[in-house]
């Protein structure tokens, strides 16, 4: 069965990874408009920065450009560009002061620009700048199944969604959530888009999916998802998705559905091996290599085209990739010059050369 080529977008190098340390904010900015310049001229999706002030997995007084006013330059710099931000949900950003920013910035970009939300918190981020995550109690969580932060996030993200349309019709606003909460709020001008896109980041993990979904104004409302986590974990994801949306009477087929990982691009399975396993990576990231290697995208042009054709077997259609060799844009160059002009068409797996999941 033949489906349409997949999007292939690209997380900037902003810096939330550490990987514009040494550098300065010449150096920095001049790598986020080469990268915004090479996305436009291979025009296969957009260009993603978060909303983000610090590093992580750890806090470190390293370069981080802030995303929306990246976002506002970049739109002008570069112009047809596609664009996209993903933001955490309330309390950590005020709904209103969010439908605002995302309005602006889709004139200045000329309606090509996309939001996402999260429900995932970055606690060291919070804390630092004392807003407090929707966490969980301090007994931790509840055995079997999603722990009640989990759940405050999720009804969170719902909020913020709810909101964020409600604002976009520009009419006053009034809602009185538990996380989200307006008086008369007004949001004006609107986006120049109608509707326009709101992107969920979610986690495919091993609990199940319906454990892992949003409250349902959220569901409901979103144009796009983009999934982390295993091949087997996205199906499973994508199904129980589109059977939620179902349920509420929402078209599934109105959403996308991505796939949100790490790529690098190497010439031999060998050295791709050797850079999994050094000490660096598996202590900066705290995970096994395998693990690791099963939630992204690493390997030989034909081990990346194996794994991308089996995620589009599971249900993808859009790939979200941040290079893990920022600041050095090989790996991009490599995905978008080479890499996705081979993945056909057909959403079958391919024959494994030891890039496909088992």
Request: proline share 8%; aromatic share 6%; hydrophobic share 40%.
């Amino acid at each position: 069965m033949t489906a349409a080529a997949p999007r292939w977008s690209v997380v900037a190098p902003q810096g939330a990874a550490g990987e514009l340390a040494r550098t300065g904010g010449p150096e920095g900015w001049q790598l986020l408009l080469e990268t915004a310049r090479t996305v436009r001229r291979h025009g296969r999706g957009a260009l993603w920065l978060l909303d983000r002030t610090d590093t992580t997995p750890r806090r470190a007084p390293e370069p981080v450009w802030e995303g929306w006013t990246a976002l506002a330059g970049l739109a002008a710099a570069v112009p047809g560009l596609e664009l996209g931000l993903l933001s955490p949900a309330a309390p950590f950003r005020n709904a209103a002061l969010l439908a605002k920013r995302a309005a602006s910035t889709d004139h200045i970009c000329g309606g090509r620009l996309a939001l996402g939300l999260t429900a995932a918190a970055y606690v060291p981020e919070h804390r630092s700048t004392g807003v407090a995550p929707p966490d969980e109690p301090a007994d931790g969580p509840s055995a079997g199944g999603p722990s009640p932060g989990d759940e405050r996030a999720h009804r969170a993200v719902g909020e913020t969604a709810e909101a964020l349309r409600a604002l976009w019709s520009g009419r006053p606003v009034t809602l009185a959530g538990e996380h989200v909460r307006l008086t008369a709020a007004h949001c004006v001008p609107v986006p120049r888009q109608d509707p326009l896109p709101l992107v969920l980041r979610l986690d495919a993990g091993e609990e199940g999916a319906g454990a892992r979904l949003p409250a349902d104004a959220a569901v409901r409302e979103c144009t796009a998802v983009q999934w982390t986590g295993e091949t087997r974990q996205v199906a499973a994801s994508v199904e129980e998705f589109g059977k939620r949306r179902t349920a509420l009477g929402t078209d599934p087929g109105g959403v996308r559905h991505a796939w949100a990982a790490e790529c690098r691009v190497f010439g031999s399975v060998l050295e791709r091996d050797r850079w999994l396993c050094s000490p660096h990576e598996v202590q900066f990231w705290s995970h096994h290599p395998d693990l690791l290697a099963r939630r992204s995208l690493y390997g030989t042009p034909d081990q990346i085209t194996d794994r991308a054709r089996s995620l589009l077997a599971a249900g993808v259609e859009e790939f979200v990739l941040w290079f893990r060799d920022y600041p050095d844009t090989t790996s991009l160059d490599r995905l978008l010059t080479d890499i996705a002009s081979r993945i056909d068409t057909t959403a079958g797996p391919a024959a494994g050369t030891g890039g496909a999941e088992e």
